[in-house]
């Protein structure tokens, strides 16, 4: 098992970074900085409690001006290690509200060596307006970065980021921005379009799609864009997504697909065990559009209803008469966006959202 991400947060390293800090100047008290780290909660705490407990450290001991405590932090410049590199936006974060030109400054700084994705939203939340100006300049710069902080920053739904509500009810400020990316050479800020798009699907699937059927054909990489940021209407099986994508109705589905099979290996299995799927399915002739092949589970949860969610299999077109066989292996284990309960998973084979064959799992503790 990977070690836990915020386990980088370690004693040498941040005593490294007292050192660094130091050479920079001369009052910095490295003692008092450890110690405000490691006293009281430190194992329990996750990766964010971790990064703001010490920024807060910095804050006690850096100096009380905060234009020279930033200029400190920037001038370690290329020598902090990536790690020590994603502290600095928080700092920003938590001390630089008030200034405003500085603060901005340092955050399209800090951003080239690690990201100011989190540290963004509460200026965006102070003055939308203002920021969202800023979004859009960096959207032009010419560092990949750069370019990605004002999608990145402004998407809705980041995940553990602060949740932007007002673009959650309104996303037009959003959208001028993304129309300044939709073309983006890197691959970096198109998927980071997409995802943003994806956000904004989930509360206003009609305007994504709006937006999807004006970018489409306008280049490869706006394609790209699109079929990307649409994934969560495609997982919704809404019919325009499904027909934006030339993907085959369900109808036509139905009629071109026979003997569907699923069968699990196992179909009494405990938490953490694995179970391989087995699927066949014949597509009796030609289509024209795509076929998006998924497996579905209705997973128990806590209160004894199902939850369901999907996983993507295989999705083509097919020019010829074929028969598809195919296995999976999927793992019951928890994770940190899933626990797993006991009782019955029922398991469904899926095509473009029809329901082609299905087989139940009982999962026991």
């Not at 694995?274 to 066949?280: A, E, G, N, P």
């Not at 009796?284 to 949860?301: L, S």
Request: proline share 4%.
């Amino acid at each position: 098992m990977a070690e836990p991400l915020k386990n980088m947060y370690s004693r040498p390293l941040l005593e490294d970074l007292a050192t660094r800090i130091s050479v920079k100047d001369d009052h910095f008290d490295k003692v008092k900085f450890i110690e405000a780290i490691f006293s009281g909660q430190w194992e329990s705490l996750s990766l964010k409690e971790r990064m703001r407990k010490i920024t807060l450290a910095l804050g006690q001991t850096l100096p009380k001006d905060y234009r020279k405590a930033l200029c400190i932090l920037q001038s370690l410049g290329n020598d902090a290690q990536k790690g020590l590199f994603v502290l600095f936006p928080d700092f920003v974060e938590v001390y630089g509200l008030e200034h405003w030109e500085e603060s901005i400054h340092a955050l399209e700084y800090f951003t080239k060596g690690s990201t100011s994705e989190f540290a963004v939203r509460p200026f965006i939340k102070k003055d939308p307006d203002r920021m969202m100006e800023q979004m859009k300049r960096w959207a032009t710069d010419k560092d990949e970065h750069v370019r990605r902080l004002a999608s990145e920053g402004c998407r809705p739904r980041l995940p553990w980021g602060e949740a932007l509500t007002d673009f959650k009810r309104d996303p037009s400020p959003v959208l001028e921005v993304l129309e300044l990316l939709k073309k983006d050479p890197s691959k970096y800020v198109r998927k980071s379009v997409a995802n943003n798009l994806n956000d904004l699907s989930k509360d206003h699937p009609a305007i994504v799609l709006a937006v999807a059927n004006r970018w489409k054909g306008q280049h490869e990489y706006t394609d790209w864009i699109i079929r990307h940021g649409c994934r969560g209407l495609l997982r919704l099986d809404v019919p325009e997504a499904y027909a934006l994508f030339n993907y085959v109705n369900s109808t036509e589905c139905s009629h071109i697909l026979e003997n569907a099979h699923l069968e699990a290996s196992a179909t009494n299995i405990k938490i953490g065990d694995s179970v391989t799927l087995s699927w066949d399915v014949a597509i009796k002739e030609p289509v024209k559009g795509r076929i998006r092949f998924e497996y579905a589970i209705d997973f128990m949860k806590a209160n004894g209803k199902s939850s369901r969610k999907k996983f993507l299999l295989l999705d083509r077109a097919f020019s010829e008469k074929e028969t598809l066989t195919r296995h999976r292996m999927h793992h019951f284990a928890d994770l940190s966006t899933r626990k797993h309960y006991p009782g019955d998973h029922t398991v469904s084979l899926l095509a473009n959202g029809v329901t082609l064959a299905q087989t139940t799992i009982t999962v026991t503790e």
